[in-house]
């Protein structure tokens, strides 16, 4: 009962921390500016495209190289009510799930007591609160990519019951990491290198949980592929946008 009540009011503070920056300027960071608008052309121009900017961007006029997850979701909530003050709710509530996944998964990494000072710490972190108020993908990620995480060490570490299950949602959410920020797919690397270090063979590679897990990522990723086609003519545009972006703006402050 008490953990039950910890949470709902980690969760809450949580929130309500993060929603309060969020509202407290109406002046929104460059790239805030940016996915909210890919969002809203989402539904105007029923494109992926920086039509309407004010910006010129020379043989560069599509946007494949912003991951798509903000701006899609921004469009959904477009959808429901064009008020921008419900765009404020999208990266409060998506940092407040990580702080709860942070919790559940120190829980199963160690005990009550660390998983109790870990999500306090990460909930109060400044950093942490000051970018989860915007809409960006920086909370987002860390969010996927603790959440895939701890259902990965319960579907492959700890081999709970339901782990194939679990290893479909795993898959899932390190999909939506992936759609957040293309750059997850270092921390793939490194977990998917660790866990064959772990395992010491590639036996892992027949199991069912593992070819859900496989699934569950294309699932979520394979519907961006296809829109890469539709959209810009090629499924892996979005890579070659992104390495154009990096080369215009890598080493210039946005």
Known sequence: ????????????????????LANASP????DETIYANLGRNLIIYKSYTFLGFGD???NWPLAGGRPPLIPFIVAFVFLINKNPFWLNLINPILSTIGIMAI?????????????VYSSLIYAFFPVNIFWGSKLMTDTALLTFLILGSY???NAFIYEAKNKIFLGLLSGSSFGLAFLTRYSAIWFFLMLGIWFIYWKKNFNFLAKKEFLLFILGFLIIIMPWFIFNYLQFGAVFEFLKNSSEASV???????
């Open 1 to 20: 009962k008490k953990e039950i009540i910890f949470l709902v009011l980690l969760f809450i503070i949580s929130f309500l921390l993060r929603f309060f």
């Open 248 to 254: 215009r703006w890598g080493s210039k402050p946005i």
């Open 56 to 58: 010129f961007f020379p």
């Open 103 to 115: 919790f559940f998964f120190s829980r199963k990494l160690f005990n009550k007591e660390i998983a």
């Open 151 to 153: 259902l990965f060490f």
């Open 27 to 30: 002046i929104k960071y460059w």
